[in-house]
């Protein structure tokens, strides 16, 4: 039968002038689309095959062919799989889309995201017109499994397609593209280099389950015995060159540490092997493989900004994307690996990503898995655990202010510095179950330092009597502290806020509320002038229940924000109003005292000394929390004066 011309609807004729020119930023991708399509045929012939449907069909050597020839500029892929009749081939390529056309027709109009319109493209399952970038013809030819005649189809992509029945063809489907010039400037590059197909094949279709072969040498170059040679190439004349290695699909006794490393090292770019590897597999109404990594050190770029982050994704096995987000919490960005999906788009975007139900059903299940793994590491492989919370604890505990859900889960697998050892970190539940009988909260402490911490004056009274305080020194610890309300029905507090009574027993505490209520009334005097004296720095002048050593200390009100959680604000550009703190006095201490009986002692109950002193009382307490002078230079001279002779 002679060729038939046809031309394409107005619409599909537009669509596709899109998909030329504007739809694929990456090139690159026609080969992955090709590829895909060989695969899927030789998934359904061995389907058919093993349903008996397919008389006369050959399987004996399923596989994917890619041939280049530079001196004729094409490019070939071809596959041995379940091809396609006549009118298969008017029905699946002569019409793009007939279906909905007009409707992707407007939406690709109606987008300007380069990404957002493949994903389009690839709900409507054309991906194979993406050939049409690089070449300025395609040629098909394609014999059904078990048939007899051939047929082919080729179109220049300029409106019209003609279709011819074929007395031979082999099995299954070739696509021959004719190759546009090369333009650096477009980045089109050149597609019969081997090289170049090599590289694209190992980038996306390097753990496809069918062999994809080349050429051991370009075809040019083949068969160059002299005129007349025969040119008939032998199995030993081709090479696979995709590894068909998908790890995360074969059963986890079939699969070595080595090779879980060596794939780990690959995707990670890391040269030290993996600290934990975390398999998953999905069945049901979605299904997908995940093959997730936990590494062993902390990468230099896991702080900044901007840095790459995420999983992945493939689709049967095709490489889709590298670094996709939507997957796992930006707190689990230190994860590596791969989540293969069975029932997604190739062009899927990573807008379509953010709204599709099942990619948010992924996230949530890899994110609980990964973090019950780590909780797992703390009892099965403490060192192991050990190391992941060194490295990313403080990543970890971003969760703890963006992840609700989880919130709960990484309370529990976080551990914290601690008074109870200094070596040994705690669990929040440890830190419970070792909680003094009396004790309803959790007490911390934060700070630049263990150090510095345990110098505190804040802990004077908590050390003397022996309750533990955790000790958070990571600057994330001051913001998580003021979301994360309670654990275990405890809840947490800061010993820098509000009163503490640690007293123990109704006897001592009706002994010791006498005592202070008579110190109360002899330093009222002296708390009312220095409450006035130093009333643009602070809010109240008051007696301290929480300093045994220390002459005074800042505290900041029950609800009120501490000044390092100011800065931290600050820092980000938010103009946060200043927070009067809270000076307490320690009664006990010779210099308070001191300070109290000059007071009473003076008929004005002031004077310009005791003012002085009062503010270097100020500025030791701001001096011992680490805090920052307002005028080093007056507190340097002022205090020179006291000391000297």
Not at 57 to 71: C, F, K, M, N, W
């Amino acid at each position: 039968m002679s060729a038939e011309t046809h031309e394409f609807q107005v619409e599909a004729r537009q669509l596709l002038q899109l998909m030329i020119h504007s739809i694929y930023s990456n090139k690159d991708v026609f080969l992955r689309e090709l590829i895909s399509n060989a695969s899927d045929a030789l998934d359904k012939l061995r389907l058919t095959a093993l349903r008996d449907e397919a008389p006369g069909a050959d399987v004996s050597d399923l596989h994917i062919g890619v041939e280049t020839d530079a001196q004729a500029r094409t490019l070939t892929v071809r596959d041995n799989g379940i091809g396609m009749s006549r009118e298969e081939v008017v029905q699946l390529i002569g019409t793009i889309a007939s279906s909905g056309t007009a409707r992707l027709l407007k939406e690709l109009k109606e987008t300007d995201d380069a990404d957002a319109a493949a994903g389009l493209i690839g709900q409507f399952g054309v991906g194979f017109y993406s050939a049409f970038m690089v070449a300025d013809e395609v040629a098909v030819v394609t014999r059904h499994a078990g048939g007899t005649r051939g047929t082919r189809w080729v179109s220049r992509g300029e409106g019209t397609y003609t279709v011819e029945d074929l007395d031979e063809a082999p099995q299954g489907t070739t696509v021959t593209l004719h190759l546009k010039p090369v333009d650096v400037e477009n980045r089109l590059d050149d597609y019969t280099q081997d090289w170049k197909i090599r590289e694209i094949v190992k980038r996306y279709s390097d753990f496809i389950t069918w062999p994809i072969r080349m050429a051991v040498q370009p075809a040019a170059a083949a068969g160059q015995t002299g005129e007349g040679a025969d040119t008939e190439r032998t199995p030993d004349d081709f090479e696979t060159v995709n590894s068909m290695k998908a790890l995360w699909a074969r059963a986890r006794e079939d699969v070595s540490d080595e090779e879980y490393h060596e794939l780990y090292k690959r995707i990670s770019h890391d040269w030290l092997a993996p600290l934990e590897t975390v398999r998953l597999q999905a069945e049901g109404t979605f299904e997908y493989q995940a093959l997730l990594f936990i590494p062993s050190r902390a990468s230099q770029d896991l702080f900044t900004q901007g840095s790459s982050r995420g999983l992945q994704l493939f689709v049967k096995r095709v490489h889709i994307m590298d670094d996709c987000e939507q997957l796992l919490p930006s707190y689990l960005r230190f994860v590596k690996g791969i989540v293969d999906a069975q029932d997604l788009s190739l062009n899927v975007s990573r807008e379509i990503l953010q709204q599709d139900r099942h990619i948010q059903r992924m996230h949530r299940r890899l994110t609980k898995k990964v973090l019950s793994t780590i909780k797992d590491l703390r009892t099965s492989a403490p060192e192991s655990y050990a190391t992941v919370w060194r490295e990313f604890g403080k990543v970890l505990k971003e969760g703890l202010l963006d992840d609700h859900e989880n919130r709960d889960a990484i309370l529990a697998l976080c551990s914290f510095p601690s008074t109870h050892a200094p070596e040994e970190p705690t669990t929040l539940a440890q830190y419970v179950e070792r909680m003094k009988d009396g004790q309803e909260e959790i007490f911390y402490l934060t700070g630049d330092s263990r150090e510095a911490i345990e110098n505190s004056p804040h802990m004077e009274a908590f050390r003397a009597k022996g309750v533990e305080v955790l000790l958070l020194t990571d600057p994330i610890d001051e913001v998580w502290v003021t979301a994360v309300p309670e654990f275990d029905g405890r809840q947490l507090r800061s010993i820098t806020k509000g009163e503490v009574d640690l007293g123990g027993g109704d006897a001592d505490t009706e002994e010791t509320e006498h005592e202070r209520e008579n110190q109360r009334k002899e330093y009222a005097g002296l708390l009312s002038w220095m409450t006035e004296q130093l009333g643009q720095d602070v809010k109240e002048v008051r007696l301290s229940t929480r300093l045994t050593l220390s002459p005074a200390c800042l505290v900041s009100d029950t609800h009120d924000i501490t000044p390092a959680l100011e800065n931290i604000y600050r820092a980000m550009g938010q103009d946060i109003p200043h927070t009067k703190r809270i000076l307490e006095l320690n009664p006990g201490h010779s210099l308070v005292d001191g300070l109290n009986k000059a007071h009473t002692e003076r008929e004005d109950g002031a004077g310009a000394g005791l003012a002085e002193i009062a503010e270097l009382l100020y500025g030791m307490a701001l001096l011992a929390e680490g805090g920052a002078l307002k005028d080093p230079a007056r507190f340097t001279k002022l205090m020179a004066d006291r000391l000297s002779f």
